[in-house]
């Protein structure tokens, strides 16, 4: 869904005004305004179901009542994780693939919260595309992606995983994923599955979709928490209030996707010209991804850390600080935790 922010930029035309309305309409409780303390999260883009534990624990009160005077703030072309490294919010939604590159760069951030448990993102092809039923088909074909530096090493793993070359030729696109593969631009891409492919489907234009981990390629942590270091070294008290709530709040839409859908639309009034979309894409984020394998909400571990972003880091194209290629592997442990999750 959301990256990325360059993805949604394509799909979704939404007025940042909209965006800023949906967030006042927290209910008044705990204490007064003036004595909280305040947190700024930085949104990827436009409110769509990457954000709907937030915004349930905003109209639910949640971070009121944890002292909280939470200020959303909308997509403005400046990346989440460049918001957060600087100080100029203390939370954002990042994913594993951008904040990797951020952080090998240098980027003063650390993942408090898996939103998404697995790739909300995969291959896709046109529906009615009967040559093409594997990724290694896609050898030779016209790929369509965003000019982030992971997406060619990445669709190159997985059609070589699947039996292929890894050739094929990189264009970046213009205009909607599924709109490019209809349109007959590209003959592949790379959609969110929890929200392009429902929206390409209510359109009359269905995808045919792979995962990437049928393959053997690593799974991802695709939607995080993020949080500045220096700011969660600072407030550990306060960082713990706003994660629990926030977690609170995708468990809640885990357990109830309708509701929670409800309360995402009703937190920003008129953002959403589909329902069905939201309600749908709900449906599916709190269904397969909000949950790990044990039913938390949030956990991360190292394991599925070092897979991907150590993927990421053999494939030479990570820089460091001085905007030279690392030549050590990082210790992808200190870019992570779970230490501000509410206990089991």
């Known amino acids: 869904m959301a990256v990325a922010p360059i993805r949604f930029a394509l799909i979704l035309v939404v ?15 705990g204490p007064p305004a003036g004595e909280r303390t305040p947190i700024r999260i930085a949104l990827d883009w436009t409110p769509n179901t990457n954000h709907t534990g937030l915004y349930v624990a905003q ?17 403005n072309n400046t990346p989440p994780d460049t918001l957060v490294g600087s100080g100029a919010a203390e939370f954002g939604i990042s994913f594993q693939d951008s904040f990797t590159y951020a952080k090998a760069s240098g980027v003063d951030a650390v993942s408090v919260m898996a939103i998404a448990q697995h790739w909300t993102s995969q291959i896709a092809v046109r529906a009615d595309r009967a040559d093409i039923t594997s990724p290694k088909d896609l050898d030779g074909k016209i790929y369509g992606g965003f000019g982030a530096a992971y997406e060619v090493p990445k669709m190159q793993a997985v059609i070589k995983d699947a039996g292929g070359a890894g050739q094929f030729q990189n264009v970046v696109l213009g205009t909607a994923a599924y709109e490019a593969l209809y349109a007959g631009q590209v003959d592949f891409t790379e959609p969110f599955v929890t929200w392009e492919a429902i929206e390409a489907q209510l359109r009359g234009q269905p995808l045919k979709t792979f995962d990437y981990t049928d393959y053997g390629f690593p799974d991802s942590y695709n939607v995080l928490l993020i949080g500045n270091g220096a700011w969660l070294h600072a407030h550990p008290d306060q960082a713990r209030a706003f994660v629990q709530a926030a977690q609170r709040g995708y468990e809640f839409a885990a357990d109830d996707p309708a509701k929670a859908a409800e309360l995402l639309e009703k937190a920003n009034p008129g953002a959403f010209t589909e329902p069905e979309l939201v309600s ?13 394998e044990s039913g938390a909400v949030g956990t991360q571990t190292l394991d599925k850390w070092s897979g991907f972003s150590g993927f990421l880091y053999d494939t030479g194209t990570l820089v460091g600080p001085d905007g030279k290629s690392l030549t050590t592997r990082p210790d992808f442990a200190t870019w992570f935790t779970d230490e501000y999750l509410a206990a089991p």
Do not use: I, K
Request: charged share 20%; proline share 4%.
């Open 59 to 75: 109209q639910e009160g949640w971070f009121s009542q944890a002292g909280l005077d939470v200020e959303f703030v909308p997509y």
């Open 280 to 292: 749908r894409s709900q449906q599916m984020f709190s269904e397969r991804y909000l949950r790990d």
């Open 15 to 29: 007025t940042l005004v909209l965006a800023a309305c949906g967030t006042g309409g927290a209910p008044a409780s």
